[in-house]
Structures are given as C-alpha cells and as structure tokens.
C-alpha cells in the first residue's frame, strides 16, 4: 500500500512538472515572437539605409527587397550596373544577412530611353505639385524607362498627387506607354 501510495505521488509530481514546462513553454512562445519581430524590424531599416546610401542610385533606379528569415531578396531596375553590385554588396554587409539573392536588372543602353527619362524628369518633377518630391535627398518618384515604355515607382502623399505624376508621364512625347505604380503614403 504504501509503495502504491509513492507512485502514485511521483506520478502526479511528474503531470504536474510536465504542466509547469508546458506552460513555461506556452509563455515563452510571445516574448520569442517579439524577439523575432524585433529583429525582422532591425533587418530591414538597415537593408533601406544601405539601398539609401548607395552612391550612384538615382531617380531613374528602382531598388525592392524581401526578407525570407536571414536571407534578402533584391529587385528592381538600374541603369548602371554599378548600382546593381554596390546594391549586393551592401546588403551582405548587414549584420544578420546570411544570403543575398539578386534578381536586380540593369536595364539596357539607349539614346531614346535616356531622352525620354530627361522628358519624363521634367515633366514630373517641373509640375508645381510635385516638386517637393524632387527635393529630397532620395527622390520619391522614381522613373523607370525600358524600351520607350515608362513606369513609375514609389510613394507620394496623396492620390492627387498620383494622379498628377500619371497624366505627366503619359504627356511625354515619344513613350509608348506609362504605368504608375505609385502608392500613396499610409495606403497599402
């Protein structure tokens, strides 16, 4: 009796230790996901400084990434294939990263693109409403010109604002289309 009694007390000690790691478990689980969050966050304000920083980026390149865990996905559109290795290069400097993948494409040399981008800037970038954009350091409209057709990338303040940049690229005389992907700031 009494040795039924001493299993019987170690095995409810025993439920209940497996409780109390389960639910130190179940605890932990949030301040991890925090943990993680946070360093989600830090990877990427580090991967925009780098990309900001870049020497030769300019209005007329689109730099996006993506992070998968440790690894940073690059895309975009350049028109020096200087940004493109300064871009990897940069990235794998942060602290964290552990694999860069370039999907980065450097669009080919044209006499008719780089006039069109020269319309395009002007058009943009010389309407009243949308000259602030043009005075930050990193300008928030980029334009894209590929093969005559011109996209734009980036963010601006409000739709009006989106609008405007769109009817000014499609006034651009020899493109032979435009697409605005701008996004409004705050909308997603």
């Known amino acids: 009796m009494k040795k039924n009694l001493i299993v019987k007390s170690?095995?409810?000690?025993?439920?209940?230790?497996?409780?109390?790691?389960?639910?130190?478990?179940i605890a932990a689980t949030p301040a991890a996901q925090k943990d993680s969050q946070a360093g989600k966050d830090t990877l990427q304000r580090e991967v925009v400084h780098q990309l900001r920083m870049l020497n030769y980026y300019t209005v007329f390149d689109n730099l996006a990434y993506g992070i998968d865990g440790n690894r940073v996905i690059l895309e975009g559109q350049v028109t020096n294939p200087e940004v493109k290795s300064e871009a990897v290069a940069a990235v794998k400097s942060v602290p964290g990263v552990t694999d860069v993948q370039d999907n980065i494409k450097v669009l080919p040399v044209s006499n008719d693109d780089d006039r069109i981008r020269r319309a395009a800037y002007r058009a943009i970038y010389g309407e009243p409403q949308l000259s602030k954009y043009g005075f930050q350091s990193v300008q928030s409209i980029h334009i894209i010109v590929e093969n005559g057709h011109i996209t734009l990338e980036g963010t601006v303040d409000s739709q009006a604002d989106k609008n405007i940049a769109g009817i000014r690229a499609n006034s651009v005389p020899g493109a032979f289309s435009s697409k605005n992907n701008l996004l409004v700031r705050g909308e997603r």
């Open 10 to 25: 170690l095995g409810i000690a025993a439920i209940a230790f497996g409780l109390l790691i389960s639910a130190a478990g």
